[in-house]
Protein backbone atom coordinates (compact mmCIF):
# COMPACT_ATOMS: atom_id res chain seq x y z
CA UNK A 1 0.00 0.00 0.00
CA UNK A 2 1.34 3.38 -0.81
CA UNK A 3 2.25 6.43 1.63
CA UNK A 4 -0.54 8.20 0.03
CA UNK A 5 -3.22 4.97 0.89
CA UNK A 6 -2.10 4.39 4.13
CA UNK A 7 -2.51 7.94 4.97
CA UNK A 8 -5.56 8.81 3.41
CA UNK A 9 -8.54 7.29 5.75
CA UNK A 10 -7.47 9.64 8.32
CA UNK A 11 -7.18 12.73 6.11
CA UNK A 12 -10.76 11.83 4.66
CA UNK A 13 -11.79 12.00 8.24
CA UNK A 14 -9.87 15.01 9.07
CA UNK A 15 -11.96 16.63 6.25
CA UNK A 16 -15.48 15.34 7.27
CA UNK A 17 -14.86 16.78 10.83
CA UNK A 18 -13.40 20.09 10.00
CA UNK A 19 -16.77 20.39 7.49
CA UNK A 20 -19.12 19.17 10.44
CA UNK A 21 -17.72 21.95 13.28
CA UNK A 22 -17.07 24.64 10.75
CA UNK A 23 -19.72 24.11 8.04
CA UNK A 24 -22.81 22.62 9.73
CA UNK A 25 -25.32 22.98 6.56
CA UNK A 26 -23.15 22.06 4.03
CA UNK A 27 -21.84 18.95 6.70
CA UNK A 28 -26.08 18.20 6.60
CA UNK A 29 -26.18 18.21 2.75
CA UNK A 30 -23.33 16.40 2.19
CA UNK A 31 -24.57 13.22 4.86
CA UNK A 32 -27.44 13.42 2.15
CA UNK A 33 -25.68 12.43 -1.00
CA UNK A 34 -25.28 8.45 -1.67
CA UNK A 35 -22.55 7.47 0.63
CA UNK A 36 -20.29 6.53 -2.08
CA UNK A 37 -19.93 10.51 -3.45
CA UNK A 38 -19.07 12.29 0.30
CA UNK A 39 -15.38 11.52 -0.45
CA UNK A 40 -14.67 13.65 -3.26
CA UNK A 41 -16.89 16.19 -1.38
CA UNK A 42 -14.93 16.40 1.79
CA UNK A 43 -11.39 17.77 0.89
CA UNK A 44 -13.24 20.18 -0.98
CA UNK A 45 -15.62 21.41 1.59
CA UNK A 46 -12.69 21.61 4.37
CA UNK A 47 -10.75 23.35 1.88
CA UNK A 48 -13.01 26.13 1.22
CA UNK A 49 -13.54 26.37 4.80
CA UNK A 50 -9.88 27.25 5.62
CA UNK A 51 -9.96 29.61 2.66
CA UNK A 52 -13.52 30.98 3.73
CA UNK A 53 -11.92 31.63 7.22
CA UNK A 54 -8.40 33.01 6.00
CA UNK A 55 -9.22 36.86 5.53
CA UNK A 56 -11.15 36.98 9.46
CA UNK A 57 -7.99 35.43 11.02
CA UNK A 58 -6.06 38.55 11.35
CA UNK A 59 -7.07 42.27 11.78
CA UNK A 60 -4.48 43.22 9.51
CA UNK A 61 -5.18 42.72 5.96
CA UNK A 62 -1.79 41.79 4.82
CA UNK A 63 -1.41 38.86 7.17
CA UNK A 64 -4.66 37.68 5.98
CA UNK A 65 -4.16 37.93 2.15
CA UNK A 66 -0.71 36.27 3.21
CA UNK A 67 -3.01 33.35 4.61
CA UNK A 68 -5.06 33.00 1.31
CA UNK A 69 -1.42 33.03 -0.69
CA UNK A 70 -0.83 30.00 1.43
CA UNK A 71 -3.46 28.02 0.28
CA UNK A 72 -3.18 29.20 -3.11
CA UNK A 73 0.31 28.05 -3.39
CA UNK A 74 -0.90 24.88 -1.62
CA UNK A 75 -3.34 24.42 -3.84
CA UNK A 76 -1.14 25.05 -7.13
CA UNK A 77 1.18 22.68 -5.67
CA UNK A 78 -1.97 19.63 -5.38
CA UNK A 79 -2.13 20.53 -9.78
CA UNK A 80 1.77 19.95 -9.73
CA UNK A 81 1.46 16.59 -7.83
CA UNK A 82 3.01 18.00 -4.75
CA UNK A 83 0.85 17.30 -1.33
CA UNK A 84 0.14 20.10 0.91
CA UNK A 85 1.41 20.52 4.42
CA UNK A 86 -1.98 20.31 6.19
CA UNK A 87 -4.21 17.68 7.68
CA UNK A 88 -6.33 17.50 4.81
CA UNK A 89 -3.71 17.19 1.90
CA UNK A 90 -3.95 13.55 1.18
CA UNK A 91 -7.54 14.08 0.61
CA UNK A 92 -6.78 16.67 -1.98
CA UNK A 93 -4.12 14.99 -3.83
CA UNK A 94 -6.94 12.33 -6.18
CA UNK A 95 -8.90 15.60 -6.47
CA UNK A 96 -6.62 17.60 -8.26
CA UNK A 97 -8.57 18.47 -10.99
CA UNK A 98 -11.59 20.27 -8.97
CA UNK A 99 -9.32 21.44 -6.45
CA UNK A 100 -8.08 23.71 -8.76
CA UNK A 101 -10.99 25.90 -8.74
CA UNK A 102 -10.37 26.60 -5.69
CA UNK A 103 -7.39 28.88 -6.75
CA UNK A 104 -10.11 30.64 -7.88
CA UNK A 105 -11.48 31.07 -4.68
CA UNK A 106 -8.55 31.89 -2.39
CA UNK A 107 -8.24 35.07 -4.93
CA UNK A 108 -11.81 36.17 -4.76
CA UNK A 109 -11.86 36.23 -0.98
CA UNK A 110 -8.92 38.80 -1.05
CA UNK A 111 -11.66 41.49 -1.25
CA UNK A 112 -13.26 39.90 2.22
CA UNK A 113 -9.64 41.01 3.44
CA UNK A 114 -10.25 44.50 3.16
CA UNK A 115 -13.30 46.49 4.70
CA UNK A 116 -14.22 48.06 1.12
CA UNK A 117 -17.68 47.25 0.41
CA UNK A 118 -18.23 46.31 -3.51
CA UNK A 119 -19.33 49.38 -5.99
CA UNK A 120 -21.97 47.72 -7.60
CA UNK A 121 -24.34 44.69 -8.29
CA UNK A 122 -22.36 43.12 -11.25
CA UNK A 123 -18.67 43.29 -8.77
CA UNK A 124 -21.02 41.63 -5.86
CA UNK A 125 -21.61 38.79 -8.57
CA UNK A 126 -18.56 38.34 -10.10
CA UNK A 127 -17.37 38.04 -6.34
CA UNK A 128 -20.19 35.02 -5.87
CA UNK A 129 -19.19 33.38 -9.59
CA UNK A 130 -15.45 33.76 -8.45
CA UNK A 131 -16.04 32.20 -4.56
CA UNK A 132 -19.45 30.24 -4.34
CA UNK A 133 -19.79 29.42 -8.37
CA UNK A 134 -16.42 27.93 -8.31
CA UNK A 135 -16.58 25.77 -5.40
CA UNK A 136 -20.17 24.23 -6.70
CA UNK A 137 -18.39 23.59 -10.53
CA UNK A 138 -15.71 21.74 -8.46
CA UNK A 139 -17.73 19.53 -6.94
CA UNK A 140 -20.09 19.20 -9.82
CA UNK A 141 -16.69 18.26 -11.63
CA UNK A 142 -15.80 16.28 -9.00
CA UNK A 143 -19.11 13.98 -9.40
CA UNK A 144 -18.83 13.57 -12.59
CA UNK A 145 -20.23 16.60 -14.37
CA UNK A 146 -20.35 17.81 -18.03
CA UNK A 147 -18.27 20.33 -19.29
CA UNK A 148 -21.43 22.15 -20.56
CA UNK A 149 -22.82 22.49 -17.79
CA UNK A 150 -19.81 24.90 -16.10
CA UNK A 151 -22.10 28.13 -16.78
CA UNK A 152 -25.37 27.13 -14.96
CA UNK A 153 -23.72 25.32 -12.15
CA UNK A 154 -21.62 28.37 -11.38
CA UNK A 155 -24.88 30.10 -12.04
CA UNK A 156 -26.80 28.26 -9.26
CA UNK A 157 -23.67 28.29 -6.71
CA UNK A 158 -23.80 32.33 -7.31
CA UNK A 159 -27.55 32.21 -6.49
CA UNK A 160 -26.78 30.09 -3.63
CA UNK A 161 -24.03 32.44 -2.45
CA UNK A 162 -25.89 35.21 -2.32
CA UNK A 163 -29.01 33.64 -0.30
CA UNK A 164 -25.92 32.47 1.83
CA UNK A 165 -24.28 36.09 2.07
CA UNK A 166 -28.09 38.11 2.96
CA UNK A 167 -28.38 35.87 5.80
CA UNK A 168 -25.20 36.56 6.78
CA UNK A 169 -25.75 40.55 6.37
CA UNK A 170 -26.43 41.55 9.45
CA UNK A 171 -23.32 40.24 11.19
CA UNK A 172 -21.22 41.87 8.18
CA UNK A 173 -22.90 45.40 9.19
CA UNK A 174 -22.30 44.88 12.70
CA UNK A 175 -18.39 44.13 11.28
CA UNK A 176 -18.23 47.22 9.55
CA UNK A 177 -17.85 45.11 6.66
CA UNK A 178 -21.03 45.64 4.48
CA UNK A 179 -20.75 44.01 1.17
CA UNK A 180 -23.04 46.81 -0.41
CA UNK A 181 -23.55 50.17 1.18
CA UNK A 182 -27.28 52.08 0.78
CA UNK A 183 -29.30 49.05 -0.32
CA UNK A 184 -33.18 49.31 0.31
CA UNK A 185 -36.14 47.14 -0.20
CA UNK A 186 -35.94 47.53 -4.13
CA UNK A 187 -32.14 46.74 -4.16
CA UNK A 188 -32.08 43.92 -1.93
CA UNK A 189 -35.24 42.49 -4.60
CA UNK A 190 -33.89 42.56 -7.38
CA UNK A 191 -30.89 40.63 -6.24
CA UNK A 192 -32.67 38.30 -4.97
CA UNK A 193 -34.63 37.98 -8.05
CA UNK A 194 -31.31 37.56 -10.00
CA UNK A 195 -30.55 35.08 -7.75
CA UNK A 196 -33.61 32.90 -8.10
CA UNK A 197 -33.15 32.50 -12.04
CA UNK A 198 -29.59 31.54 -11.80
CA UNK A 199 -30.57 28.68 -9.08
CA UNK A 200 -34.11 28.15 -11.72
CA UNK A 201 -31.47 28.00 -14.52
CA UNK A 202 -28.62 25.64 -12.34
CA UNK A 203 -31.61 23.31 -11.28
CA UNK A 204 -31.51 22.18 -14.98
CA UNK A 205 -28.03 21.76 -15.46
CA UNK A 206 -27.26 18.49 -13.91
CA UNK A 207 -28.58 14.72 -13.42
CA UNK A 208 -27.54 11.62 -12.13
CA UNK A 209 -25.18 11.80 -9.15
CA UNK A 210 -23.30 15.33 -10.01
CA UNK A 211 -26.81 16.55 -9.08
CA UNK A 212 -25.24 16.18 -5.36
CA UNK A 213 -23.26 18.61 -5.86
CA UNK A 214 -26.34 21.11 -5.86
CA UNK A 215 -27.33 19.67 -2.00
CA UNK A 216 -25.65 22.49 0.00
CA UNK A 217 -28.02 25.04 -1.99
CA UNK A 218 -31.34 23.70 -0.77
CA UNK A 219 -31.86 26.64 1.54
CA UNK A 220 -31.54 29.05 -1.09
CA UNK A 221 -34.88 28.95 -2.73
CA UNK A 222 -37.04 29.65 0.27
CA UNK A 223 -34.27 32.32 1.53
CA UNK A 224 -34.26 34.84 -1.94
CA UNK A 225 -38.12 34.18 -2.40
CA UNK A 226 -38.52 35.53 0.97
CA UNK A 227 -36.35 38.79 0.19
CA UNK A 228 -38.40 39.07 -3.08
CA UNK A 229 -41.56 39.06 -0.97
CA UNK A 230 -40.02 42.12 0.46
CA UNK A 231 -38.40 40.74 3.65
CA UNK A 232 -35.72 42.94 4.91
CA UNK A 233 -31.88 41.39 5.21
CA UNK A 234 -30.98 43.85 7.42
CA UNK A 235 -33.18 42.84 10.02
CA UNK A 236 -31.27 39.85 12.16
CA UNK A 237 -33.11 36.42 12.23
CA UNK A 238 -35.07 37.35 9.47
CA UNK A 239 -33.65 34.64 7.15
CA UNK A 240 -32.72 32.31 9.86
CA UNK A 241 -35.36 29.06 8.80
CA UNK A 242 -37.06 26.91 11.49
CA UNK A 243 -35.61 24.01 12.18
CA UNK A 244 -38.71 21.61 10.72
CA UNK A 245 -38.37 23.84 7.62
CA UNK A 246 -34.76 23.54 7.14
CA UNK A 247 -35.39 19.12 7.60
CA UNK A 248 -37.95 19.26 5.13
CA UNK A 249 -36.38 21.12 2.46
CA UNK A 250 -33.03 19.49 2.66
CA UNK A 251 -35.43 16.29 2.60
CA UNK A 252 -36.68 17.09 -0.81
CA UNK A 253 -33.48 18.36 -2.04
CA UNK A 254 -32.21 14.95 -1.65
CA UNK A 255 -35.27 13.40 -3.31
CA UNK A 256 -34.17 15.62 -6.32
CA UNK A 257 -36.26 18.55 -5.60
CA UNK A 258 -33.68 21.59 -5.13
Given at each position: MSDLAARLPASLTAAAEAVRRGDPDRFAATMAAPADLRDRLWPLYAANLEIARAPWASAEPMVAEMRLQWWIDALEGVGEGREP????????????????HLI???EARRADCWPDPFADRAALWAYLDQTAGSLYWGAAEALGAPEGAEGQVRGFGAGAGLAALLRAWPEL???????????????????????????????????????????PGWQARTLLGRVRKGADPLVPGTLELSEFSRRTGLLRAAFGWI
Open positions: PHEIGPALMPLAGPARAVAVARNRPPMAGLGPDEFRTLAEEGLARLAAGRRALRGPARAALL
